[in-house]
C-alpha cells in the first residue's frame, strides 16, 4: 500500500524561506506532486517532479527528492502573506493509473 | 480556457435525504476523477472515469454513493442516503489522455456539503 505523511503546521515570517516537508513509502513512486488550496478553493497544482530526479527549481519553489529516505521537500523563497495556504503532496505509483495519493496537508501561516 | 466547474458550491441537508453534485470538466478531458476531503485531511479518491467508463471504483461506498458519467463529459456524484459522516467537500478533477507519462489533474472548487 501507500501512505503520504505530512506535518500539520508551519509558520514563517515574511520574507523567509520556507520548507515544507513529506514522506511518502511507495517506492515505485512514479511522480510526486505539490499542491496548494487556499480557503475555499479547489486544489492548485504547484509543480512535480519526477521520481528520477533529485532537484526541480521553479521560480520561487525547489523541490528536492531524497528517494532514499522516501522524502520530499518544498522550499518556497521569499515567503510572501499570499503564499498562507494548506500545501499538499501527492503521489502517484506505477499501476495507479495515474491516481493521486494525498498527505494530509500542512498548514503555512505567514507572519508580517 | 475555462477551468472544472463544479455545482452547487454548498449544501445543507438532514441526514437520510439524498443529494447530487455535477462536474463539468475541462473541454477534451477524458479522465475525471472525485474525490471527496474531509476537514482536516487530504482529498482521498471516489471513482475515476475514463470517458464514460469507471476505471475505479473500488473506494466509493456503493450502498449509498453512485456516480455516472453518461456521455464522457459531465458528471454527476449522488448520495442517497446522507449520513453525518458524509460531511466533507466534494472534489472534482479532470485530465487529458495525451498518451504521456505525466497528466496534470485540475481541480474544481469543490461542492461543501454539511450533513445535520
Known amino acids: 500500500g501507500e501512505d503520504v505523511e505530512q506535518s500539520l503546521f508551519l509558520s514563517v515570517r515574511e520574507g523567509d524561506s520556507s520548507v515544507i516537508n513529506c514522506t511518502y513509502t511507495?517506492?515505485?513512486?512514479?511522480?510526486l506532486y505539490w499542491y496548494k488550496q487556499e480557503p475555499g478553493a479547489g486544489l492548485q497544482l504547484l509543480t512535480y517532479i519526477f521520481s528520477n530526479m533529485d532537484m526541480k527549481q521553479d521560480q520561487r519553489l525547489t523541490v528536492l527528492l531524497n528517494k532514499k529516505d522516501k522524502h520530499l521537500s518544498l522550499r518556497i523563497a521569499d515567503t510572501q502573506t499570499g503564499d498562507s495556504a494548506i500545501y499538499f503532496c501527492a503521489e502517484t505509483w506505477a499501476g495507479s493509473a495515474r491516481q493521486l495519493t494525498f498527505g494530509s496537508g500542512t498548514q503555512l501561516t505567514v507572519l508580517p | 480556457e475555462a477551468g472544472v466547474a463544479q455545482s452547487p458550491r454548498y449544501k445543507i441537508i438532514e441526514k437520510r435525504q439524498s443529494v447530487a453534485f455535477w462536474c463539468n470538466p475541462i473541454s477534451g478531458h477524458a479522465t475525471l476523477y472525485w474525490y471527496q476531503q474531509i476537514l482536516g485531511q487530504g482529498p482521498k479518491l471516489l471513482i475515476q472515469?475514463?470517458?464514460?467508463?469507471?476505471?475505479?471504483d473500488s473506494q466509493l461506498p456503493k450502498d449509498r454513493f453512485s456516480a455516472e458519467r453518461l456521455k464522457g463529459v459531465d458528471s454527476t456524484l449522488k448520495i442517497q442516503p446522507a449520513k453525518l459522516e458524509d460531511s466533507a467537500v466534494y472534489l472534482c478533477?479532470?485530465?487529458?489522455?495525451?498518451?504521456?507519462?505525466?497528466?496534470?489533474?485540475?481541480f474544481g472548487p469543490g461542492t461543501r456539503l454539511l450533513v445535520l
Open positions: 511507495d517506492s515505485s513512486s512514479t511522480y
Open positions: 478533477a479532470s485530465s487529458s489522455t495525451s498518451g504521456g507519462a505525466q497528466e496534470t489533474q485540475y
Open positions: 472515469f475514463q470517458n464514460n467508463g469507471v476505471v475505479d
